[in-house]
């Protein structure tokens, strides 16, 4: 079959062989089919989506696409941990650290910005000299030295998720079980893991807004890493609002600093802790979760939490006088401030709007060839529950171009709903499920 057949085979609901797959995949990567037609492919995908062999034969094809990192050298447990996207979901930055201070390795693969959501390398590279783009000799020599490594996926390291990723963000084919599971699975694999913990987002913010659809993704990571031997902890996470205060990308470095010296005790500190901890005893250095939570508590109130990120940045050529004093980085130029003209309880908030308002500003991207503003985002500090008065400042957005400010405090305004009654308590974390082996 060629190129086009595969395309029409899926566009006609039709279920791809493990080869018809794996020749795509292998054309994709090699350079030999242009973005349209993979577009037209993943179209395909997403409207008529894949059962469980075409899912796990995309995830060994996009796998196979570079190499499994050999980290059998190291003595002791490689874990990682991995979100499928929210709106000022930073935990990544803070976890890394928390978890390699503990003894247990962290060789963490992440992508950029998808869609609406935030991404990790973007974060990072707000840091100045921060360097995602690791050979795989530079990558194992930081995870020795540091005990953990954030990069990106390389030309070594799952390639294709590199490049489907990059044209899923910006040709509306985010949405997807099948594309989320092999995206996320093809990078972990690679990475040489022994466990991994999963933090699956539900809600507005999220790309499974509905549970049930986040229980059928978590369904479908846990079943293909079970096909791969692996452990994994999956935390169902609450999504409606975004996590912390800071979104957009410098910003959010900010924050995981202040919750790294333990000085923010909020959500993001709340589901940090929790997912830092189910990490460390993956593996095998505690034996609960909860003596896991509170071990990266405690490696937070003793400094060496943030000693370990300082350590792992400069690894990785950052220039960590930005980190030990916030006020070196350059402002943006334009900034304005987020005032509710109504009063009442925060009782909804269409967190995908905040999302797509700090992109807007410049924190993310509508085409490949789009450059981050790492300054451009968000402070949002209200949550879900809070009573507002009519006036009050509740965050401020900022940008270096002007005209951004004006349509994105639309969406934002235009994303909050207030009433007269008290709404009830969102749960951040609403559902834990261990995948057996
Ligand atoms: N994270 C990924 O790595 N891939 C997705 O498709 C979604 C979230």
């Not at 809070?386 to 639309?410: N, T, V, W």
Request: aromatic fraction near 6%; glycine fraction near 10%; charged fraction near 25%.
């Amino acid at each position: 079959m060629n190129t086009i057949e595969i395309i029409k085979k899926k566009r006609d609901h039709k279920t791809l062989t493990n080869e018809e797959i794996i020749e795509l995949i292998g054309w994709y990567t090699g350079g030999m089919i242009p973005d349209y037609q993979f577009t037209a492919f993943l179209m395909a995908a997403y409207i008529q989506g894949m059962n469980k062999e075409e899912t796990a034969a995309m995830t060994r094809a996009m796998l196979f696409s570079g190499q499994v990192i050999d980290l059998s050298m190291l003595n002791g447990a490689k874990v990682d941990k991995h979100s499928t996207g929210g709106v000022g979901d930073k935990t990544s930055l803070i976890i890394a650290p928390i978890v390699a201070a503990a003894g247990v390795y962290v060789p963490m693969i992440s992508g950029r910005g998808l869609g609406h959501t935030g991404g990790t390398l973007d974060k990072l590279e707000a840091i100045p000299g921060f360097r995602t783009n690791l050979s795989l000799k530079e990558f194992i020599s930081v995870l020795k030295k540091c005990g953990a490594v954030l990069a990106g996926q390389t030309n070594e390291i799952a390639p294709a998720d590199k490049l489907i990723y990059a044209l899923r963000d910006v040709t509306a084919t985010v949405e997807s079980i099948p594309l989320i599971t092999s995206s996320i699975m093809s990078k972990k694999l690679a990475e040489g893991i022994d466990g991994l913990v999963l933090d699956v987002k539900t809600g507005s913010g999220a790309f499974m807004r509905e549970k049930k659809d986040s229980v059928k993704l978590a369904k479908s990571l846990i079943e293909t890493a079970g096909a791969f031997n692996k452990k994994v902890i999956v935390f169902i996470t609450d999504m409606n609002q975004p996590l912390g205060t800071h979104i957009g990308n410098w910003l959010e470095v900010v924050e995981s600093v202040n919750v790294l010296k333990g000085e923010v005790k909020n959500d993001l500190y709340e589901l940090s802790v929790v997912l830092a901890g189910a990490m460390i005893y993956l593996g095998g250095k505690v034996s609960s979760l909860e003596e896991g939570k509170e071990l990266s508590k405690h490696l937070i109130e003793n400094g060496n939490a943030f000693n370990k990120f300082l350590q792992i940045v400069k690894a990785q050529r950052g220039d960590i006088s930005y980190l030990k004093n916030i006020d070196r980085y350059p402002k943006p130029k334009y900034k304005d401030v987020i005032k509710v003209n109504e009063s009442g309880y925060l009782s909804k908030i269409d967190n995908y709007e905040i999302g797509m308002a700090a992109l807007m500003l410049g924190a993310g991207r509508m085409t490949k060839e789009d450059v981050i503003d790492p300054k451009a985002g968000i402070i949002f500090a209200a949550k879900l529950g809070d009573k507002i008065s009519e006036g009050d400042i509740i965050g401020e957005i900022f940008s270096d171009e002007k005209y951004r400010l004006a349509d994105a405090m639309k969406r934002i305004l235009g994303a909050l709903i207030l009433s007269n009654k008290k709404p009830r308590k969102t749960k951040l974390i609403k559902q834990i499920i261990i995948g057996d082996l």
